[in-house]
T-cell receptor
Framework: NAGVTQTPKFRILKIGQSMTLQCAQD?????MYWYRQDPGMGLKLIYY???????DKGEVPNGYNVSRSTTEDFPLRLELAAPSQTSVYFC???????????FGDGTRLSIL | KQEVTQIPAALSVPEGENLVLNCSFT??????LQWFRQDPGKGLTSLLL?????REQTSGRLNASLDKSSGRSTLYIAASQPGDSATYLC????????????FGTGTRLQVTL
């Protein structure tokens, strides 16, 4: 009963480096989301997907990219890491629109 | 702009007290509203989801209400326990937005012995 799995749990990057945050769900959910949470703030939507092959921007997409080649996986790519991207990143999924979203445990990312 | 506000930002109550957490939203065209619990260093756990056509939902000691006309929701916790200590987040999905959630900044609750 894995639910939503995010890897890695922690990561430190240098400015300008690139990395991919992984997200996988085993519930066959169509909808998937990436949010970021800054200290003392609510979550903000980065990108989302309503199905394999379909992605769209959220509120704060600059500096990120996503892909959705399968229903299960929704990786988030940081191309040129900047200190402003230091945050906790959460992936979520839901089967259909009027169901509660399931969240992963997050990836804590520091960029120095 | 669609905004979600939670007041207070932090709350401390003695064990056994009943308490109310507040959430307000600026756009009444909501699809549903969810309350989440977040423990330190952890992800979010969904507590209750209220559809736009509903007035309230209950789960155990938790009761959430929704008043679209006034743009408000409350989360009522009965007989609070130290294990209820966590941050509680309110999130709104608006109509026609593929269930994208707009979050409040949360209320950090501490229940003391």
């Amino acid at each position: 009963n894995a639910g939503v799995t995010q890897t890695p749990k922690f990561r430190i990057l240098k400015i300008g480096q690139s990395m991919t945050l992984q997200c996988a769900q085993d519930m066959n959910h169509n909808y998937m989301y990436w949010y970021r949470q800054d200290p003392g703030m609510g979550l903000k939507l980065i990108y989302y997907s309503v199905g394999a092959g379909i992605t769209d921007k959220g509120e704060v997409p600059n500096g990120y990219n996503v892909s959705r080649s399968t229903t299960e996986d929704f990786p988030l790519r940081l191309e040129l890491a900047a200190p402003s991207q230091t945050s906790v990143y959460f992936c979520a999924s839901v089967e259909r629109s009027n169901q509660p979203q399931h969240f992963g445990d997050g990836t804590r990312l520091s960029i120095l | 702009k669609q905004e979600v506000t939670q007041i207070p930002a932090a709350l401390s109550v003695p064990e056994g007290e009943n308490l109310v957490l507040n959430c307000s939203f600026t756009d009444s065209a909501i699809y549903n509203l969810q309350w989440f619990r977040q423990d330190p260093g952890k992800g979010l756990t969904s507590l209750l989801l209220i559809q736009s056509s509903q007035r309230e939902q209950t789960s155990g000691r938790l009761n959430a209400s929704l008043d679209k006309s006034s743009g408000r929701s409350t989360l009522y916790i009965a007989a609070s326990q130290p294990g209820d200590s966590a941050t509680y987040l309110c999130a709104v999905a608006y109509t026609g937005t593929a269930s994208k959630l707009t979050f409040g900044t949360g209320t950090r609750l501490q229940v003391t012995l």
